[in-house]
């Protein structure tokens, strides 16, 4: 049987895989674990703009009020909002109902502990053991044992409160285009740093979240900038956990550009532990040599920010993410924040009184190719010695001005090649003729 668990939580079809039933389960399973240490947790949980939100919302708090847990709703809210409140509010656990930048017809719900984290595999599988038991009914609470839903809607204010209070810098006099994914805290915080703000697909109704919009549509929001003549655009995905950028002329700034921005002003401040920045090994080649040449270093760690999150707990490092725009700020987040990376990426452009193509030139970007090769059967692929050594080869060819990344996908039968080069006919070729060994080799 497959892990009910993802890399980030329970995702599926809304009321198909994901559907009602599963959401009680998973609430009275939530109840019955955190409740090993406390009488009656309280769990709080806040949800994106999905339509189906509201019924696996309710269907979680009432399998968690089953098992005599508190359910509070936050309603609406950010993903980094409830890791935040969860253990601002002395909560149990923290959940979210989101499929993040996935169309609306998927939704997800992921658990967060009560020191903010997201929760370690070991205790997923927990939670998931006590799902799969069949419920007994003969022992199930009744009377005063039984647990309260507890609305709570304000607590959204309690999140723009701290990410204003983490802010360095005001922003008064700059404009900013917001591409808020239809969700609506974001243009509030920036508005209170002083910004004067341009919302665009801030009206949710249920199934235009991440439609042609948010940090994986970034098409309107540059036409908006240019339009209005904004200093720079923000975008958020749907559930405001990662964040993405363009600047005034309309370009594209990625996660490995807002990070190295980011990183050289923390340097510059002397707040960057050992002058590191952690990435994952699908960022640019061009983010590790512009850490270099400004004196610093980049740890790559494995795709996924609970990967770059684990090298930043070990080490203290201030700073890490991907380049998604998944960005964490260790100091003062326990997830990726894509208002609190807003805030610090628009903190810099104000106190190096540089617009944002400028900074954002501080790296050069190799390109890359991408290209994915369905295989018969993909396990075992690291050990094939043919495909070995071809890497080997192109990595050896590349060496510091570029990188071979192969690897396996998690969810289907392919394998994923990559390649960072000086030129995009270089990496295509590189690519291909590593296509070329695997399709011989797994096919």
């Known amino acids: 049987m497959a892990r009910l668990f993802g890399t980030d939580g329970v995702r599926g079809i809304a009321n198909a895989h994901l559907n009602a039933e599963l959401a009680y389960k998973l609430g009275r399973a939530a109840a019955q674990y955190f409740g090993r240490e406390v009488k009656s947790p309280k769990i709080i949980i806040g949800r994106d703009t999905r339509l189906s939100g509201t019924m696996l919302e309710s269907a979680l708090a009432a399998g968690i009020c089953s098992a005599g847990g508190n359910a509070h709703l936050l309603g609406v809210i950010p993903t980094p909002a ?13 959940v979210v109902i989101s499929a993040s930048h996935n169309p609306f017809e998927d939704n997800g719900i992921k658990f967060f502990a009560k020191t903010g984290f997201k929760l370690p595999d070991a205790v997923e599988d927990e939670i998931e053991a006590i799902v799969n038991q069949p419920i007994d009914y003969t022992k199930t609470l009744t009377g005063s044992s039984v647990g309260r839903v507890i609305q709570e809607p304000d607590m959204a204010m309690e999140y723009i409160q701290h990410i204003v209070a983490c802010a360095d810098t005001k922003l008064n006099g700059l404009k ?53 003549g904004a200093d720079c655009g923000i975008a958020n995905d749907g559930d405001a956990d990662r964040c993405l950028a363009v600047d005034e002329r309309g370009e594209v700034l990625d996660g490995d550009q807002i990070m190295l921005i980011c990183a050289l002003d923390l340097m510059k401040r002397g707040k960057l532990k050992d002058q590191v920045l952690v990435t994952t090994v699908m960022s640019n080649v061009g983010l590790n040599k512009a850490m270099k040449e400004h004196g610093g ?34 100091d003062l987040a326990k997830t990726g924040d894509g208002m609190m990376t807003a805030v610090k990426l628009l903190g810099c452009v104000v106190r190096q009184n540089q617009s944002l193509s400028e900074l954002g030139a501080l790296m050069v970007k190799y390109p890359q190719t991408l290209l994915n090769v369905r295989v018969a059967n993909k396990t075992g692929w690291e050990k094939n010695q043919a495909i070995k050594d071809v890497v080997k080869k192109f990595t050896d060819e590349l060496g510091e001005d570029g990188q071979v990344l192969v690897r396996a996908s998690g969810t289907e039968p392919l394998i994923r090649i990559m390649a960072q080069g000086e030129t995009q006919t270089e990496t295509d070729r590189i690519t291909e003729s590593i296509a070329e060994v695997v399709r011989r080799e797994l096919a």
Do not use: W
């Open 297 to 330: 270093s980049t740890v790559k760690t494995g795709v996924g920010d609970r990967y770059v999150l684990e090298e930043m707990l070990a080490h203290d490092y201030k700073l890490g993410g991907e380049q998604s725009g998944h960005i964490i700020f260790g």
């Open 82 to 94: 409830v890791s935040y409140l969860t253990e601002k509010l002395g909560a149990s656990a923290g």
């Open 176 to 228: 900013v285009a917001m591409d808020c994914a239809n969700s609506q805290v974001a243009p509030a915080i920036l508005r209170l740093l002083g910004a004067q703000v341009i919302p665009i697909y801030d009206q949710p109704n249920g199934i235009n979240i991440n439609n042609g919009c948010g940090s994986t549509h970034l098409e309107a929001l540059q036409k908006k900038v240019v339009e209005v």
